[in-house]
């Protein structure tokens, strides 16, 4: 039997059930409309056609999403370390050691720098 079949079946599974989701949803759900579904959310302030300040977006905030972004693709890169951790034995201790480190050096260097304070 082929390895991959079962995880073939199991995204098969996965799309058909998003599938039927979304079409018993849309066959079954309400059909009212008004003025304020229709409208977009925003957390009761009305909105503008032109954004405060021009519609352009502090450096601060897409700053803050590379960081995120940055520390976040760390963890993901800890979890399959975590798994593995016994195979890996002591040369796979020693360069997540140094991954850590090489990470932990850019944070402490956009800590000191004032990155991560929001203003």
Known sequence: MN????????????????????????LTGPKRFN????????????????????GRFPVKYFLTAM???VFDIEIVFLYPWAVSFNQL????LVEMVIFILTVFVA???VWRRG?????
């Open 3 to 26: 390895p991959y079949v079962p995880i073939l079946a199991i995204g098969g599974i996965g799309f058909g059930f998003a599938a039927f989701s979304v079409l018993a949803a849309a």
């Open 35 to 54: 003025r304020s579904k229709a409208a977009a959310y925003e957390c009761g302030i009305q909105p503008s056609p032109v954004a405060a300040g021009g």
């Open 67 to 69: 960081l995120f972004i």
């Open 89 to 92: 034995g002591l040369f796979g």
């Open 107 to 109: 944070y402490a260097y």
């Open 115 to 119: 990155g991560l304070e929001w203003d």
